[in-house]
C-alpha cells in the first residue's frame, strides 16, 4: 500500500499505523499540518473493507481539518483518527484506552474527538489514559446547536450577497434533513420570519416540523425542484450533481452538509448559472468551535465571536469569488493555504 505515493497524501506531515494485539486494535491516526497549533479530528470507527479504504478516509478527512480550522479562524491544525471496526461489535473499552495511548505517544500533536462510531463514552475511556481529548462528558456536548447558528449566521450572509437583504423574514428556505442540525437551523430561521419547505426521510419529524414551523413538506426527490430563495442542505453529502444541479431553482445554495458538491466541476456549473454556493466546510465550522473551547481553552464569548465571523469570512470569499470570477470553493480553499502555509 503506497503512502507518499498516495492520492490523498498531500504533504501529510505524519501518518501512525497503530496496532495493539491484546485488544484487537488497528487504527490509523493522519497528522496533515499543525503550522496553526495542534491537530485536531474526530476517531471515526468503522468497519473499512480494506485498509487502503482506510488510509484513503483519513487522509482525506484529516486535511479537510486543516482548512476547516484555518478558516475559522483556530490556532489548530488538522488531523483525524481511523479505527478499523465495527462499533457495535467489536469497540470496547480497552480498546479505546490502547487506542489513546497511542494519542498520548504523539505529545498534543494530535487531539482526538467524537466522529461516526465514537461516543462521549469512548472519549470518557480515552480521557483516562491522555489529556489529549475533547467531548468528554461535562465537556462540548451535542455540537448540532453551535453548527445550526453558525449556518444561520452564513445563510444571511450569502442571502445579503445574493440578494441584496438584510433580513429573513418572508424568505423561502427549502431544507433537505431536518435531523439534529436542520431543525435547529429551521428553529432560527422561523423564529426569524422565514417560509420553510422541508423534507425528510423520517416522517415524524417532518409532521412535527409542519406543526411546529407551519413548514411545507415535500417528497425527499422533490427538493431540488422547490423554487425558493435559499437551498440549504443538511443531510448527505454530494446532493449537488449532475442529475441535481440543472433542478436547482434558488439563486443560494447554503447548509449544514458536508461535501455538498459532487465534484469540483459542480462549483464551475453553479456559478455559470449564478447560483451562489456558501462553501461547506466554511459555513459549518460552529461545531469545530465548539469544541475547540476545550482543546485550545478560550470561553463562550470569544466562540461566540468566531462564531460571528463565519458572515465576515465568507463575504471576503464570495467579493474574491466575483472579482476572479472564480467558484467559492476553491477562493475557500485559497484563504485557508493563505492562512496555514503563511504562518509555517
Ligand atoms: N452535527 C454537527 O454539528 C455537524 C457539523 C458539521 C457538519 N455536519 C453535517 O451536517 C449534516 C447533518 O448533520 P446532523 O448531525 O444533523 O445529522 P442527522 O443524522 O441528525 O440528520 C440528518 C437528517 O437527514 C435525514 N436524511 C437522510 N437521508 C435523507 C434524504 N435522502 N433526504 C432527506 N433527508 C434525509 C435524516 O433522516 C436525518 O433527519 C451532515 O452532512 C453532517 O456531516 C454536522
Same mark, same amino acid.
Not at 491484546?22 to 497528522?31: D, F, K, N, R, S
Not at 419529524?205 to 413548514?215: C, R, S, V
Given at each position: ?19 495493539? /494485539?491484546?485488544?484487537?486494535? @488497528?487504527?490509523?491516526?493522519?497528522? @496533515? ?18 485498509? =487502503? ?51 498520548? @505517544? ?59 437583504? =438584510?433580513?429573513?423574514?418572508?424568505? @423561502? ?20 420570519? /422565514?417560509?420553510?419547505?422541508?423534507? =425528510? ?83 459549518? /465550522? ?5 469544541? /475547540? ?52
Amino acid at each position: 500500500m503506497p503512502l507518499f505515493d498516495h492520492e490523498e497524501y498531500n504533504d501529510h506531515e505524519q501518518v501512525v499505523f497503530c496496532r495493539d /494485539a491484546e485488544t484487537g486494535l @488497528h487504527a490509523i491516526i493522519a497528522i @496533515h499540518n499543525t503550522n496553526l497549533g495542534p491537530s485536531l479530528g474526530g476517531c471515526r470507527i468503522w468497519p473499512f473493507r480494506t485498509e =487502503d479504504e482506510a488510509l484513503t478516509d483519513v487522509l482525506r478527512l484529516s486535511r479537510g481539518m486543516t482548512y476547516k480550522a484555518a478558516v475559522a479562524g483556530l490556532p489548530l491544525g488538522g488531523g483525524k483518527a481511523v479505527i478499523i471496526a465495527d462499533s457495535k461489535t467489536q469497540k470496547t473499552e480497552a480498546m479505546m484506552k490502547a487506542f489513546g495511548r497511542h494519542v498520548d @505517544h504523539l505529545g498534543r500533536r494530535y487531539i482526538t474527538a467524537e466522529d461516526v462510531g465514537s461516543s462521549v463514552a469512548d472519549m470518557d475511556a480515552i480521557k483516562t489514559v491522555t489529556d489529549h481529548v475533547v467531548g468528554v462528558t461535562g465537556g462540548a456536548g451535542d455540537p448540532s446547536n453551535s453548527t445550526a447558528h453558525g449556518v444561520f449566521i452564513g445563510l444571511k450572509a450569502a442571502v445579503r450577497h445574493k440578494l441584496g437583504r =438584510d433580513d429573513v423574514d418572508g424568505l @423561502h428556505v427549502a431544507v433537505q434533513g431536518i435531523g439534529h442540525v436542520g431543525w435547529y437551523l429551521c428553529e432560527y430561521l422561523h423564529e426569524a420570519g /422565514a417560509r420553510l419547505t422541508v423534507t =425528510d426521510i423520517n416522517q415524524d419529524a417532518l409532521k412535527k416540523a409542519e406543526a411546529t414551523f407551519g413548514a411545507t413538506v415535500v417528497a425527499p426527490d422533490d427538493i431540488y425542484d422547490v423554487e425558493a430563495d435559499v437551498f440549504a442542505p443538511c443531510a448527505l453529502g454530494a446532493v449537488v450533481n449532475d442529475v441535481t444541479l440543472p433542478r436547482l431553482n434558488v439563486p443560494v445554495i447554503a447548509g449544514s452538509a458536508n461535501n455538498v458538491l459532487g465534484d469540483e466541476r459542480h462549483g464551475i456549473e453553479l456559478r455559470r448559472r449564478g447560483i451562489l454556493y456558501a462553501p461547506d466546510y466554511v459555513i459549518n /465550522a460552529g461545531g469545530l468551535i465548539d469544541v /475547540a473551547r476545550f482543546a485550545v481553552g478560550f470561553g463562550m464569548d470569544e466562540a461566540r465571536q468566531k462564531l460571528d465571523r463565519i458572515d465576515d469570512t465568507l463575504l471576503e470569499i464570495f467579493h474574491r469569488a466575483d472579482d476572479l470570477d472564480t467558484p467559492t470553493g476553491e477562493i475557500a480553499d485559497r484563504l485557508a493555504e493563505e492562512r496555514f502555509q503563511g504562518s509555517a
